[in-house]
C-alpha cells in the first residue's frame, strides 16, 4: 500500500509538471463557460456528454500517451527495476487515470449545482465513473501495450473512437435510431455514455445499467488478466 | 568464492521470435568480480541482461542467485541490484534532484545522494531540469540512479558511453571502489579501453552463444604472438626484425643486434583486447 501511496505522489506530480492536470483544469473550465450561457434543461442533457468525454475519452488518450512518454522517456525501465510489484504499479497508475476523472467529475457537478441548481446521486455517479475509467484505462493500456509505435498507437486510439466512440456521440445526437441501441451496447463507449445520463438524469437502474457495468467490469478485468498484467514487461522491454 | 550468478544452458526466445537469440549459454559471475560481457551489436547481451535482471522471465535453462533460483525471487531482488542502462531513463521535466529522490523513496537501503551526486559532479545541477542535461550529465545521472540503494551486484550497459576522458575516469574509479568494498559488477559494454582497465572475467558473446570466457591476461596470452620486434638503423635506413620470444636471452642474433646497432623501437607481440574482440567476433574494421 505504501508503494502504491508513493507511485500515485509521483504520478500526480508528473501530471503537473508535464502540464497534464493543468490541461485537464482548462478543459473543464470550458465546460463551466457552456454551462454558463445555456439552461438548465439544456445543461441536463448536456452533462453527461462531457463526463463521458472526460471518463472514457480521455482516459484512453492519457493512458495510452503517458505510457509511450515513459517509455521515450525510458523511465519506465527504471521503475521496473523498483522493489515494487507490478499490480502496485498498475494500480498506481489506474488510480492516477481514474483521479483525472474524479477531478472533472467534480468541477462539472459543483457547477450543475451551483449555476443550474442540479443536483442527484453523487455516489452513484462515482460508482459508474470507476466503473467506465476502470474499463476505459484498461482499452487504453491494451491498445498501448500492443502498439508497435506512438504513430500505430495513434491509429489504433483512431480506429477504437470511430468504432466504438462515435456511434455512441451519434447516437446521443438521435443520428442512429432508437432501435440500433442494442448492437451499440458492444461498445463500451456507449455502456459508459448511458450511465452518465443515467445517474444525472437520476433513472432508476435498470437492465441497461446492470449490463453496462457488468460489461466494463468484464472488460477491465479481462485486459488486466489476460493482457496488461502478463504483457506489461515484456511489451514494455521489447526495444 | 561464492557464485553470485551461476548460468546453466540458458536459451530464450522472444514471444515474437522464430528462433532463440540467447542459444544455451553457461557461465558464472563469482561474488566481488567485475564481470565483462562482450560482443557485437545484437549478439545478445542486452537479452542476457534483460534475463539476469528480470525484465525478461519465459526463458529456458537457469539463473541462480547467489544459489537462489531466480524465478523463485520476488521483487526484493531490487534491492539488491543496481542496473546503469545505457540510455537516459529520467523523468525529463523533473530536476536531476527530484528524479533521484522519487526512485531513492522506493528503498530500504538508501545511499546519500548528495554525495553520489557530488561524486559525478552533478551536484551543483541538481536543481536544472533534466531536460536541460547534456548526453554526458544524463549518462552520470544514470550512474547515480543505479547506486541509489546500495546495491550488491551492479548492471552496467555501455557505462561511459558519451562521457570524456576525465569523466570517463570518475565512473571507473566509482566502479572499482565500489568492486573493493565487496560489490559484483557485470558490465556490457563493447569498449575494449573500459574492459582492459576494469574487467577481472570477460565472455565474448556472438549470435547467442558464447566464444570466450576468461581473464583479460589469459586472453593475451592466448591470442598475442610470442615475438619481439625489434626496429633499427642500419645504412641509415630504419630497418625490422623479428624474434621468436621463447629463449630470447640466448638468441645471438637478437644479442648482436642490440651490441651493434642503434634501436629505433622495441615490441613484444602483445595484442590488444581490441584485436581480441575483433578476432573472436569476427568483426571487420572499418578504418
Redesign the interface.
Known amino acids: 500500500m505504501n508503494?502504491i501511496v508513493?507511485l500515485l505522489k509521483?504520478e500526480i506530480?508528473?501530471s503537473i509538471?508535464?502540464l497534464i492536470l493543468p490541461v485537464s483544469l482548462l478543459t473543464s473550465v470550458i465546460w463551466v463557460v457552456i454551462f454558463l450561457l445555456i439552461s438548465t434543461d439544456e445543461a441536463k442533457t448536456i452533462s453527461p456528454l462531457f463526463i463521458f468525454a472526460d471518463v472514457a475519452v480521455m482516459s484512453i488518450i492519457l493512458v495510452g500517451a503517458s505510457y509511450y512518454l515513459e517509455r521515450q522517456?525510458?523511465?519506465i525501465?527504471?521503475v521496473?527495476?523498483?522493489?515494487?510489484?507490478l499490480s502496485e504499479l498498475l494500480a498506481a497508475k489506474f488510480i492516477s487515470s481514474m483521479s483525472l476523472a474524479f477531478e472533472s467529475v467534480i468541477i462539472i457537478a459543483l457547477s450543475l449545482y451551483l449555476i443550474h441548481g442540479i443536483t442527484f446521486n453523487y455516489f452513484l455517479l462515482l460508482f459508474y465513473v470507476i466503473v467506465s475509467a476502470m474499463a476505459h484505462t484498461a482499452l487504453g493500456f491494451s491498445l498501448a501495450l500492443y502498439a508497435k509505435d506512438f504513430n500505430s498507437l495513434l491509429g489504433l486510439l483512431m480506429t477504437f473512437m470511430l468504432v466504438f466512440t462515435l456511434p455512441t456521440i451519434f447516437y446521443t445526437l438521435a443520428l442512429i435510431p432508437e432501435s440500433f441501441e442494442v448492437f451499440l451496447f458492444l461498445s463500451p463507449s456507449h455502456c459508459a455514455n448511458l450511465l452518465m445520463n443515467y445517474a444525472i438524469q437520476s433513472k432508476s437502474i435498470d437492465w441497461k445499467v446492470m449490463l453496462s457495468v457488468g460489461y466494463q467490469l468484464a472488460i477491465a478485468w479481462g485486459l488486466l488478466k489476460y493482457v496488461i498484467y502478463p504483457k506489461f514487461?515484456?511489451n514494455t522491454?521489447?526495444? | 568464492m561464492q557464485n553470485a550468478f551461476t548460468i546453466e544452458d540458458l536459451s530464450y526466445r522472444?514471444?515474437?521470435g522464430e528462433t532463440d537469440v540467447i542459444k544455451g549459454i553457461s557461465f558464472n559471475v563469482k561474488q566481488g568480480e567485475i564481470f565483462g560481457f562482450l560482443g557485437p551489436s545484437g549478439a545478445g547481451k542486452?537479452t542476457t541482461q534483460?534475463l539476469m535482471?528480470k525484465?525478461?522471465?519465459?526463458y529456458r535453462g537457469s539463473i541462480k542467485y547467489f544459489d537462489n533460483d531466480l524465478k523463485a525471487i520476488?521483487?526484493?531482488?531490487?534491492?539488491e541490484?543496481?542496473?546503469g542502462?545505457e540510455?537516459?531513463?529520467?523523468?525529463?521535466?523533473?530536476t536531476g534532484l527530484e528524479n533521484m529522490k522519487?526512485?531513492s523513496?522506493?528503498?530500504?537501503n538508501k545511499a546519500d545522494i548528495k554525495s553520489l551526486m557530488e561524486q559525478v559532479g552533478l551536484w551543483e545541477f541538481r536543481d536544472v531540469l533534466v531536460s536541460q542535461y547534456s548526453k554526458g550529465m544524463k549518462v552520470r545521472l544514470n550512474f547515480v540512479?543505479a547506486m541509489l540503494n546500495n546495491p550488491r551486484v551492479l548492471f552496467l550497459d555501455e557505462v561511459t558511453n558519451g562521457l570524456d576522458p576525465k569523466n570517463a575516469m570518475i565512473i571507473k574509479n566509482m566502479i572499482y571502489d565500489f568492486k573493493k568494498s565487496g560489490g559484483t559488477v557485470f558490465l556490457t559494454t563493447h569498449l575494449m579501453n573500459d574492459v582492459e582497465q576494469l574487467c577481472d572475467q570477460v565472455a565474448f558473446c556472438v549470435n547467442g552463444k558464447l566464444y570466450e570466457i576468461a581473464t583479460p591476461r589469459e586472453l593475451k596470452l592466448k591470442y598475442g604472438k610470442k615475438e619481439v620486434t625489434v626496429e633499427y638503423h642500419e645504412n641509415d635506413l630504419i630497418l625490422k626484425q623479428i624474434f621468436e620470444l621463447k629463449d630470447l636471452g640466448f638468441n645471438e642474433d637478437f644479442q648482436t643486434l642490440l651490441k651493434s646497432n642503434k634501436l629505433e623501437t622495441i615490441h613484444s607481440g602483445e595484442t590488444t583486447m581490441e584485436d581480441i574482440f575483433i578476432k573472436v567476433t569476427g568483426a571487420i574494421v572499418h578504418e
Open positions: 508503494n508513493k509521483g506530480q508528473r509538471k508535464y522517456e525510458g523511465t525501465n527504471s521496473l527495476m523498483l522493489p515494487i510489484r514487461k515484456s522491454v521489447r526495444g | 522472444y514471444p515474437s542486452s534483460k535482471i525484465l525478461l522471465n519465459d520476488n521483487e526484493s531482488y531490487y534491492e541490484i543496481g542496473v542502462f540510455m537516459p531513463v529520467h523523468f525529463g521535466k523533473l522519487y526512485f523513496s522506493f528503498y530500504k540512479r
